[in-house]
T-cell receptor, first 116, second 111 residues
Framework: NAGVTQTPKFQVLKTGQSMTLQCAQD?????MSWYRQDPGMGLRLIHY???????DQGEVPNGYNVSRSTTEDFPLRLLSAAPSQTSVYFC???????????????FGPGTRLTVT | KQEVTQIPAALSVPEGENLVLNCSFT??????LQWFRQDPGKGLTSLLL?????REQTSGRLNASLDKSSGRSTLYIAASQPGDSATYLC??????????FGTGTRLTIIP
């Protein structure tokens, strides 16, 4: 299994441009999520999905859109990039707990985004 | 709001010593706690997951404990090696899959 894959690894955008960060997993996980990592602030949840067709907002959703048309893919769209969105973005996946005590979450290698 | 804290932010230890990394959380209704390792410029590698009904988990030289009543988890690393140098992150799940992360402890093992 490839696990969680993310593309691209690096990206430079100009303010106002849009782009999509790709995330895919081949473990048949129901739950997928996006985090951003900033120095001194740790990882913060942007959006998440508990299954195909179901998405919800996390802690810092403004400026980002997501959709989940398949179990495998969970793309993150930046609508109009701003310098404040310069960060490292991580995608994660796991089985859905459904009231159980939860499962191990697996993270992708990340996308380093710079907005100038 | 659930909060997860890791102190200290950085730690240096001579090679061969045993060490403990700390993680504290504010909500005792924790579902599970996961420890990750992050090397510079890389992604997160899962080390151990402790579910709320468990008190500890072990993998090789690593042992993680969870004490819900005191709001603490520890990651014990035995016989440290230079290859253990990395940032260690803990993250708690409080009733769903959403993880709340600490800001990490940057560990340096001195040869």
């Amino acid at each position: 299994n490839a696990g969680v894959t993310q593309t691209p690894k690096f990206q430079v955008l100009k303010t106002g441009q849009s782009m999509t960060l790709q995330c895919a997993q081949d473990m048949n996980h129901e739950y997928m999520s996006w985090y951003r990592q900033d120095p001194g602030m740790g990882l913060r949840l942007i959006h998440y999905s508990v299954g195909a067709g179901i998405t919800d907002q996390g802690e810092v959703p403004n400026g980002y859109n997501v959709s989940r048309s398949t179990t495998e893919d969970f793309p993150l769209r930046l609508l109009s990039a701003a310098p404040s969105q310069t960060s490292v973005y991580f995608c994660a996946s796991s089985y859905s707990s459904q009231g159980y005590e939860g499962y191990e979450q697996y993270f992708g290698p990340g996308t380093r985004l710079t907005v100038t | 709001k659930q909060e997860v804290t890791q102190i200290p932010a950085a730690l240096s230890v001579p090679e061969g010593e045993n060490l403990v990394l700390n993680c504290s959380f504010t909500d005792s209704a924790i579902y599970n706690l996961q420890w990750f390792r992050q090397d510079p410029g890389k992604g997160l590698t899962s080390l151990l997951l402790i579910q709320s009904s468990q008190r500890e988990q072990t993998s090789g030289r690593l042992n993680a404990s969870l004490d819900k009543s005191s709001g603490r988890s520890t990651l014990y690393i035995a016989a440290s090696q230079p290859g253990d140098s990395a940032t260690y992150l803990c993250a708690g799940s409080f009733g769903n899959e959403k993880l709340t992360f600490g800001t990490g402890t940057r560990l340096t093992i001195i040869p």
